[in-house]
């Protein structure tokens, strides 16, 4: 039996549930790998609070060194969250050659370069599964699985809170506000909800994954972000009528050279496999030119879900022979972020009469080179008399529709009041 | 760059996939793996047919010994299909120190034991990544990935060819051997379908799942099979109006010591994920004890998805250190084959009288212990009167049910048309 000694860096949610884990699965820990775990220190920032779990007297410490300056912590696991200090503990901890296993989607998309070069230069391994969709082995699927394999596209439900929000809505027809306010109320969504609902958590956790998928550097800051919080119920029941389901979605596809990382809220075709992903389940759609269409679903939040991956690279670093670190640039590297990328758009206007909106948008969009799939008039004119028309583009650049809609608005008759993109559908 | 010679047994249309790709993915593997793959020998029935590939002089080989007693050849490659002589080829080459990279389920399900020990007396790697589901990584997941989890249930649709037939039968209400002809002429169903309509293939790829599920050898012999030939498109009408959808489910659960495994057409309620997976995608849902729900979904079957699990398994065994061999079997093993389940029940009947079938079926389930949940009749009655009614029981057990049903049939005018289990409702 081979003792390994660890370092907790925090110890809330997600460090009591890898506690409780560990403790639970000593008995196969033991059995199937040969390993027992020991918790030597855990830095905490209040060594006196009360725990939900059972801690040994001089466990607990305020004192970061104590975990990374303990000569017998062989492997550090980092669960504060937040960019700093977290990536500062976890170049630390590696320069000393300790493995990092670590749930940090922020300080692993910002400080990436930064945290390679310092595990190269320990010797030591760098863990991440549990940043990117909770329980879902995707960091995994991509490493070790698809090696063999150019991925074409990606797309993902990976951020719970909004996938929970834009169920409710679509189910009840409610507004964002009101679902946001039980959302908050259920624990589901942050009292400061903006990392969630702005897209900022999806952002980060894209561009992990866009990197890995296609073997290049896609920093966070390359990533176009847009959140639900202007999302309507009018927009989601149109799209359903026409059956489409909206999900904010997260998209990355490789084209040569070109990469485009987005998130946004999306319509999928309602047949599509996220379609039916719903409530705070995650899920990771991608393509690759050998395996053809693959998706992973399940859990991507919760104290057990990520302690689930968390100890699962726990055990892989603690049995690694030699720290394989992920490509996450690739030699033969040219590529460049694409900003101007194409997609199939639905657009709904309001306009005082019919057959003068339908020559008014038309001919903008054909003066762009867009071409019109299909329109519809949606319900009654209201009081003003004013229609509500929806439209659907074929597929088109982004830079061309979104100048054709200008010159809609500057007629001032018809008002352009969403603009939704559509994947999934060629 | 490391230069690694390998062997192919078989040279079929996922022999020539594997070519294919080692061949596009030359420059990738070299620069991000370091490793140049050559195909050293390769055995094939006739090495005068003509080939898909271009393989130089010398390559194809009709003599077995030519790649397993090579001693050049370091990893094999194994897409010959079916028990024998698979198997005996796989053990020589393990103990010859070769490791050995499989599709083949039958040759591993059946002779588990046999590979095991020869890979860890010859000090070389079994990987079989592309035995079950294709290009879904699955088998990856459950020994790289649920190392912390005591995986409870297991429900996969994990043969394309019933599910691309089951799929029709549901879109069109068309009869199942209608569909299997149709399947046969666009190459989904072989010209003998008996393996996957009749649930064998299934069942070889549940015992490999369920066996690494479980951490302990589920034989395919215990797993219970029932195919999909007898499939009534009445069943799969009536199944639907409830919100049931059919599919041929692997199912496998571990409760405590006792572990279940069987493959049988089943109902899923049509909000459950596997109830979309449609045509020949494949899928496997879990339930884990921390990560909670996962699934897997993918192409199963063709051979450019089959050659990308095979190449990501050659890469593995390229690369490792020492080759970690998944754990069968749980040193404080315990279990048994729990063949008296419990599962729901929708069962259909045809009787002369809706008022006396009722009373008499009710009265048999009841003198078994068995509850009735609901009770819906369907259509008008036939020409000679007698109406069909459908009854969906409570959890009850298979023998308390099978017994109940007997005693139904027993009267004389009731007829029990349909036992369908249920599944993914509690």
Same mark, same amino acid.
């Given at each position: 039996?081979?003792?390994? *000694?660890?370092?907790?860096?925090?110890?809330?949610?997600?460090?009591?549930?890898?506690?409780?884990?560990?403790?639970?699965?000593?008995? *196969?820990?033991?059995?199937?790998?040969?390993?027992?775990?020991?918790?030597?220190?855990?830095?905490?920032?209040?060594?006196?609070?009360?725990?939900?779990?059972?801690?040994?007297?001089?466990?607990?410490?305020?004192?970061?060194?104590?975990?990374?300056?303990?000569?017998?912590?062989?492997?550090?696991?980092?669960?504060?969250?937040?960019?700093?200090?977290?990536?500062?503990?976890?170049?630390?901890?590696?320069?000393?050659?300790?493995?990092?296993?670590?749930?940090?989607?922020?300080?692993?998309?910002?400080?990436?370069?930064?945290?390679?070069?310092? =595990?190269?230069?320990?010797?030591?391994?760098?863990?991440?599964?549990?940043?990117?969709?909770?329980?879902?082995?995707?960091?995994?699927?991509?490493?070790?699985?698809?090696?063999?394999?150019? /991925?074409?596209?990606?797309?993902?439900?990976?951020?719970?809170?909004?996938?929970?929000?834009?169920?409710?809505?679509?189910?009840?027809?409610?507004?964002?506000?009101?679902?946001?306010?039980? #959302?908050?109320?259920?624990?589901?969504?942050?009292?400061?909800?903006?990392?969630?609902?702005?897209?900022?958590?999806?952002?980060?956790?894209?561009?992990?994954? #866009?990197?890995?998928?296609?073997?290049?550097?896609?920093?966070?800051?390359?990533?176009?972000?847009?959140?639900?919080?202007?999302?309507?119920?009018?927009?989601?029941?149109?799209?359903?009528?026409?059956?489409?389901?909206?999900?904010?979605?997260?998209?990355?596809?490789?084209?040569?050279?070109?990469? *485009?990382?987005?998130?946004?809220?999306?319509?999928?075709?309602?047949?599509?496999?996220?379609?039916?992903?719903?409530?705070?389940?995650?899920?990771?759609?991608?393509?690759?030119?050998?395996?053809?269409?693959?998706?992973?679903?399940?859990?991507?939040?919760?104290?057990?879900?990520?302690?689930?991956?968390?100890?699962?690279?726990?055990?892989? =670093?603690?049995?690694?022979?030699?720290?394989?670190?992920?490509?996450?640039?690739?030699? #033969?590297?040219?590529?460049?972020? *694409?900003?101007?990328?194409?997609?199939?758009?639905?657009?709904?206007?309001?306009?005082?009469?019919?057959?003068?909106?339908?020559?008014?948008?038309?001919?903008?969009?054909?003066?762009?080179?867009?071409?019109?799939?299909?329109?519809?008039?949606?319900?009654?004119?209201?009081?003003?008399?004013? /229609?509500?028309?929806?439209?659907?583009?074929?597929?088109?650049?982004?830079?061309?529709?979104?100048?054709?809609?200008?010159?809609?608005?500057?007629?001032?008759?018809?008002?352009?009041?969403?603009?939704?993109? /559509?994947?999934? /559908?060629?």
């Amino acid at each position: 039996m081979r003792q390994v *000694e660890i370092g907790f860096l925090g110890f809330g949610n997600i460090g009591e549930g890898v506690w409780r884990l560990l403790e639970e699965m000593r008995g *196969e820990t033991a059995r199937r790998e040969g390993i027992s775990f020991e918790v030597r220190r855990v830095l905490v920032r209040d060594v006196h609070r009360q725990r939900g779990v059972e801690v040994p007297q001089g466990v607990l410490t305020d004192r970061p060194e104590d975990v990374l300056d303990d000569p017998d912590v062989q492997i550090v696991m980092e669960f504060m969250g937040g960019e700093q200090p977290a990536a500062d503990y976890i170049e630390r901890a590696l320069l000393a050659g300790k493995s990092v296993v670590t749930a940090n989607k922020m300080a692993l998309s910002t400080h990436w370069a930064r945290l390679n070069a310092a =595990a190269q230069r320990g010797g030591a391994g760098l863990y991440f599964e549990a940043s990117v969709c909770g329980a879902i082995p995707v960091i995994r699927a991509m490493t070790d699985s698809l090696q063999a394999n150019r /991925v074409e596209r990606l797309m993902g439900i990976i951020n719970g809170t909004t996938n929970y929000i834009l169920t409710r809505m679509t189910r009840e027809g409610s507004r964002f506000e009101d679902v946001l306010q039980d #959302a908050q109320r259920l624990g589901l969504a942050e009292p400061d909800p903006t990392a969630d609902v702005e897209g900022y958590d999806a952002a980060y956790k894209l561009s992990i994954l #866009a990197s890995l998928a296609f073997y290049t550097h896609v920093p966070v800051e390359s990533v176009y972000r847009e959140g639900i919080t202007r999302v309507s119920p009018i927009d989601i029941a149109c799209g359903q009528e026409m059956g489409l389901t909206l999900k904010l979605l997260a998209v990355a596809k490789r084209n040569g050279d070109a990469v *485009e990382a987005r998130v946004h809220p999306t319509f999928v075709p309602s047949t599509h496999p996220l379609a039916n992903v719903s409530d705070a389940f995650n899920a990771v759609f991608l393509r690759g030119h050998a395996c053809g269409e693959l998706m992973f679903y399940g859990r991507g939040a919760g104290d057990m879900p990520t302690a689930s991956a968390l100890v699962s690279d726990l055990i892989k =670093a603690a049995g690694a022979q030699r720290h394989a670190l992920p490509a996450f640039f690739d030699a #033969a590297d040219g590529v460049h972020i *694409e900003e101007d990328w194409s997609s199939v758009y639905f657009i709904r206007t309001r306009a005082t009469d019919k057959p003068g909106v339908l020559a008014h948008v038309a001919g903008c969009m054909a003066g762009h080179g867009v071409g019109i799939a299909s329109m519809v008039q949606k319900g009654a004119p209201d009081a003003d008399g004013r /229609v509500q028309i929806v439209f659907v583009t074929h597929r088109a650049h982004e830079q061309a529709v979104m100048s054709a809609l200008e010159e809609v608005n500057r007629s001032g008759r018809t008002r352009v009041e969403s603009v939704i993109r /559509v994947e999934g /559908v060629e």
